[in-house]
């Protein structure tokens, strides 16, 4: 399979507790994006890394959220202290540089989070 | 925050043409429409984008109004597997992410 992979796909933890998702882009997609989905609405964008770097985070990144992509490839979305308010599909997309500019995003199925 | 206006949910019948609006009112000379849809339990899918010309795939037909202040994503011959949820999305080429809204969520009924 040659699309966007997330890991794990479904994660319930208990309150205060770190959760850690990874997504293994599309080979040489140099794009990747976090988005988070609550139920009823739409995708939320979250951050994203051109390569290694990250060149933009919503105000919805708390400071409890941190993302990498140390090698420019798969990327690492971590949550610290959980809380109920985070259960939700958090989804990560990737793009080549022509399919950023053109609005053409890959996105994975995403890791769903319940937080008890 | 979203700058397009969709209706919450439509019907279509199956084999029929499904016609889905999106009002973008605010759009900018520069800004592309985008759609997208999102099958339950799925990531969203790219389906088609345009500026000011209507456009064609194999998924779908995109009709912008010449003012470009709406659009209209038509799906020729729907099928159950596309019930969904459709999004319209405005969006300025380049680096800035994709914002989406709430969508209209397409029931395709046999």
């Known amino acids: 399979d040659t699309g966007v992979s997330q890991d794990p796909r479904h994660k319930i933890t208990k309150r205060g507790q770190n959760v850690t998702f990874r997504c293994d882009p599309i080979s040489e997609h140099n794009r990747l994006y976090w988005y988070r989905q609550t139920l009823g609405q739409g995708p939320e964008f979250l951050t994203y890394f051109q390569n290694e770097a990250q060149l933009e985070k919503s105000r919805l990144l708390s400071d409890r959220f941190s993302a990498e992509r140390p090698k420019g490839s798969f990327s690492t979305l971590e949550i610290q202290r959980t809380e109920q308010g985070d259960s939700a599909m958090y989804l990560c997309?990737?793009?080549?540089?022509?399919?950023?500019?053109?609005?053409?995003?890959?996105f994975g199925e995403g890791s769903r989070l319940t937080v008890l | 925050d979203a700058k397009t206006t969709q209706p919450p949910s439509m019907d279509c019948a199956e084999g029929r043409a499904a016609n889905l609006p999106c009002n973008h009112s605010?759009?900018?000379?520069?800004?592309?429409v985008y759609w997208y849809r999102q099958i339950h339990s799925q990531g969203p899918q790219y389906i088609i984008h345009?500026?000011?010309n209507n456009e064609t795939n194999e998924m779908a037909s995109l009709i912008i109004t010449e003012d470009r202040k709406s659009s209209t994503l038509i799906l020729p011959h729907a099928t159950l597997r596309d019930t969904a949820v459709y999004y319209c999305i405005v969006r300025y080429p380049g680096n800035t992410p994709l914002v989406f809204g709430k969508g209209t969520r397409l029931s395709v009924i046999a």
């Open positions: 345009g500026l000011k």
């Open positions: 997309a990737s793009s080549g540089l022509a399919g950023a500019n053109t609005g053409e995003l890959f």
């Open positions: 605010t759009i900018s000379g520069n800004e592309y």
